[in-house]
């Protein structure tokens, strides 16, 4: 089967993303949605902005795939990403990962949403009472 490791517009499926990691051999699957939430830094959020160089994000997400199914064998992982603009309570990714227990599929879909957040080409930009502003980005033309 091929891995499904992807950047998406639109509503993400929570069942192509378990069917994805599903077989006969694993007795424990694992999924993590991540959601907008209405508020952030005490902030309130109306909308989240997702933009992502998706080749490279898809490329780099099967990069860190690989490194944890090495690490531990036997898991199978799949992600979805969406981008586009997303209101409060819409799934922004989906992580699954299954394994013959719950101790490596645990382990496995943490590291994977943990890798993701911080290698993969995703930028958010987040709008509420303060305006809109990027998140996790300076521009370092600006001295920033």
Known sequence: MTRLLAVREGALSLD??????SRPESGGVVLFIGTVRNHNQGQAVSL???QAYASMAEKELG???????QALPGTRLSCLHRV???RVGDAAVICAASAAH????FAACQQLIDRLKTRVPIWKREHGDAGP??????????GG
């Open 133 to 142: 502003h990027w998140l996790g980005w300076q521009d370092v033309r600006a």
């Open 48 to 50: 989240l902005e997702y």
């Open 63 to 69: 990069a860190i795939a690989d490194e944890i199914e």
């Open 16 to 21: 192509e993303c378990f069917a994805a990691v």
């Open 102 to 105: 719950r101790g490596d599929a």
């Open 84 to 86: 586009g603009s997303l």
